[in-house]
């Protein structure tokens, strides 16, 4: 979907309306502000009801929700550019309803985060946090030599969700010797990685579950019970999506009870708060819901936000819209 502008270089600079909660601003370097004429209700005098029914752009900046009644109160509203690859927070069948467009952050993640996910299955594997401060405490010269690790080469490696993220970390673990499967809501004609139909077969044949699906109704939870009882009690669960794809209660118990092998985790059911049992085990790794987060990566980001604004003001293809089927 695009404007109904066709002279985008020949007008003033577009007026697009920001949407974020006061604790997410705009990455650094913002350029969006040179292109375009944003309205930030948080850091302007309040926006006048007049104005807002003749805004046709929202930039949605982090994971701040748009509900019915956001687009209520933006009758004119034709296209929300969101600033993540996630959109669970934007409710797609009220922006399909009203014939709203919406964009995401594209592949301007996919790289970094992949890079994240390899780096939470190195710590995890290998220990990395805990060796660290096993040094630090000064426990080496008292207790030893460190437990072993495990190698990452040769893993049987499950990705829930063969997208943009999902490809890139395929790509990084078939360099190091793993086995790569897959589960996707579609198989992927193109794609030569063994396809399972459910979560529960992949984890079944994985040593690991890496985890960098889409939120929505259907994924919630996906990694439930039945899925760690598949994976095993030496299976290792890497979550890079949102924290609501793993059912953390379900992970807690597995990981105390000796039933998992480990975890690696960038992101939770209830950011910014962790199960104090996650805190205290050597064998999960820990973060806080960072992986996307390099000066590379929200350069990326404007890039793709400024290319889909562009688009849309010019009545050009956009450049990374969400599919709402």
Not at 36 to 64: E, K, Q, Y
Not at 142 to 164: C, E, M, Q, T
Not at 185 to 200: D, Q
Request: glycine share 8%; aromatic share 8%; charged share 20%.
């Amino acid at each position: 979907m695009a404007g109904e502008n066709p002279n985008f270089q020949n007008t003033d600079p577009p007026t697009v309306l920001v949407h974020r909660f006061p604790t997410f601003d705009f990455p650094p370097g913002n350029r969006l502000s040179t292109q375009f004429h944003l309205l930030d209700p948080i850091t302007s005098p309040p926006t006048s009801p007049v104005l807002l029914h003749s805004i046709r752009a929202l930039l949605c900046i982090g994971p701040v929700p748009v509900t019915p009644e956001t687009l209520n109160r933006l009758p004119s509203l034709q296209i929300i550019v969101g600033s993540s690859a996630g959109v669970d927070h934007i409710d797609l069948t009220e922006c399909s309803r009203r014939n709203i467009a919406v964009t995401n952050a594209g592949s301007a993640f996919s790289e970094d985060t992949a890079d994240y996910a390899v780096a939470l299955l190195f710590g995890v594997l290998r220990r990395l946090p805990a060796g660290d401060r096993y040094v630090r405490d000064g426990f080496w010269p008292v207790n030893g030599d460190f437990p072993l690790g495990f190698k990452l080469g040769a893993k049987r490696v499950g990705i829930l969700g063969l997208g943009s993220i999902g490809s890139e970390v395929a790509k990084r673990l078939a360099a190091f010797g793993c086995s790569i499967a897959y589960f996707s809501r579609k198989k992927k004609t193109s794609v030569l990685f063994p396809y399972y139909e459910n979560a529960i077969d992949l984890a079944a044949n994985s040593d690991v579950l890496i985890v960098c699906c889409a939120l929505n109704d259907e994924t919630h939870h996906i990694v439930n019970k039945d899925v760690m009882v598949a994976l095993g009690k030496e299976g290792v669960i890497i979550n890079v999506g949102r924290g609501p794809l793993v059912d953390e209660k379900q992970l807690v118990e597995f990981l105390v009870r000796g039933e998992l092998g480990g975890a690696g985790l960038d992101v939770f059911e209830n950011e910014p708060n962790v199960p104090k049992e996650l805190l205290e085990r050597d064998n999960v790794v820990l973060s806080p819901h960072c992986s996307v987060a390099t000066p590379e990566s929200f350069e990326a980001l404007q890039d793709v936000i400024i290319a889909n604004l562009k688009a849309f003001f010019s009545n050009k293809p956009l450049v990374s819209p969400v599919q709402k089927d």
